[in-house]
């Protein structure tokens, strides 16, 4: 049986660490990070992706709010809202919850962004420094798969990293990061030939494919570090990942869970990321 990696308890641990780096720099500073969160109409897991960011940020003493436009505005409200949020010198992070309504330009929104509030690290200016392996803000979710690999002591340099799924707000950075920490990496797609195979190959896995329990026992070489960063929602209304978790956990030498495995990291490094562009934007160091 496989060591499963709890990114929940990990998750709380990260959080109430940056609750406490917050305390102690508005005892210091008498200021607070401050995440805006923009939510364009009235997708229901987006809804409720955003409550559990605000909670989270409440949580942590970082002052938090939601920006709600109908579905039926334009992308030049959408701009100006951003543009606002730029200007306001209160707020440190701003994230607009994608996916967009079909009639908006989600990169042209992301773009629009202050890079240094950037926290979902998504604007093209961070996503090229990530490329360029410079210091930048980077997505929430590889960063917190990344942090679930270091805490676990799993090996990443030198390793073969297969990673399935090449969006550029999971996959490509997911790359790019294991690249950073001298892995070798593979990225497949939906047109990549002989998969099971190709993933057989890795020491890391990690699927972000959006396929329920697609990846099964034979996809895995014996002992792989497994890391399932799918969300499916299943007829029986259960969430489900990328993984299925019960075959697969009887080859691997390690893998998370889901529920409880990368989504709460996820939130836990917006959070990290937050304090981050407050440090930044208010020139403070990383010591308190
Ligand atoms: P996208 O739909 O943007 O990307 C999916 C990727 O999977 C694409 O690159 C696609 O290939 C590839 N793919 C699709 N079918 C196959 C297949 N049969 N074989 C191999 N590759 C395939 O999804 P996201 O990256 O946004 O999200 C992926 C999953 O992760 C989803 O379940 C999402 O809910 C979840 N997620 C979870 C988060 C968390 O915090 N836990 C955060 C973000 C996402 P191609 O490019 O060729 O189309």
Known sequence: MSTIIRGKELAQTLREKTARAVEAYHLKTHKRPGLAVIQVGE???????????????QAAGIRSSVHRLSRDSSQLELMALIEQLNRDESIHGILCQLPLPDQFDAFTATAAIKPE????GFHPLNAGLLFLGREAPVPCTPLGVLAMLKAYKIPIAGQHCVIV??????????????LRENATVTTAHSRTQNLPELCRQADILIAAVGRARMITADFIK???TVIDVGVNRCSDGKLAGDVDFES????????????????????????????????????????V
Request: overall charge neutral.
């Open 165 to 178: 799924g090449r969006s550029n707000i999971v996959g490509k950075p997911m790359a790019q990061l294991m």
């Open 43 to 57: 997708d229901p897991a987006s809804t409720v992706y955003v409550n559990n960011k605000e909670k989270a940020c």
């Open 117 to 120: 509030k950037d926290v979902d």
């Open 222 to 224: 014996p002992g792989a």
């Open 248 to 287: 697969v956990s009887t080859v691997a030498g390690a893998i998370t869970p889901v529920p409880g495995g990368v989504g709460p990291m996820t939130i836990a490094m917006l959070l990290q990321n937050t304090l981050d562009a407050f440090l930044r934007i208010e020139k403070l160091t990383g010591e």
